[in-house]
């Protein structure tokens, strides 16, 4: 007799288990609609977040690039050389007979880093350089850059190292007279 009860007991706990999809269902579908209610409710009374110094600062970083492209596209010289470093002035020559000869220039920043060290600043990017030419017809250009920023609060270009996205190709300089 004892054996029977034994095996009656374990006939009782199968008999506890859902024995279809159905009863899976009911039963965890009031466990889903608990927890959808109390994330919910926690997750209604938070406070906004306060942007750190840092994120200011790449706020910051990401309009003045956004500035220096727009200056370039919009033509605007005397903006763009108001943001491009002092050193390379010569640059500013090409860059001008550049967009002389060129029409309607579209200019494209990925930005793949930014290193911030005290006051200099380093934006790693990817570019591309789009225009019409009235000999070649649209030409495309592409390259990466570092644009070595310094400043906390009034940033200002000091170096642009790799393939400068502001000046012409060799190519298309030398088939310009």
């Not at 109390?38 to 406070?47: F, P, V």
Request: charged share 25%; glycine share 6%; hydrophobic share 45%.
């Amino acid at each position: 007799m004892a054996h029977t009860s034994v095996l009656a007991c374990r006939l009782d706990l199968s008999r506890s288990a859902p024995y279809n999809a159905a009863m899976v269902v009911k039963n965890g579908f009031g466990l889903v609609v608990l927890v959808g209610i109390l994330l919910a409710i926690s997750g209604c009374e938070h406070a906004p977040v306060k942007p750190t110094e840092d994120l200011k600062r790449l706020q910051q970083i990401d309009v003045f690039v956004e500035n220096l492209r727009g200056a370039y596209e919009g033509r605007n010289l005397q903006a763009f050389s108001a943001l491009y470093p002092d050193e390379r002035a010569d640059d500013l020559r090409t860059i001008a007979a550049f967009m002389d000869s060129a029409s309607a220039p579209r200019l494209d920043f990925v930005i793949d880093q930014i290193v911030l060290q005290d006051e200099t600043v380093r934006v790693s990017l990817h570019w591309e350089l789009r225009w019409k030419s009235e000999k070649a017809g649209p030409v495309k250009q592409r390259g990466n850059a570092f644009f070595q920023l310094a400043g906390k609060s009034d940033l200002r270009l000091q170096a642009i190292g790799g393939d400068n996205p502001f000046t012409a190709p060799a190519s298309y300089r030398a088939s310009v007279p």
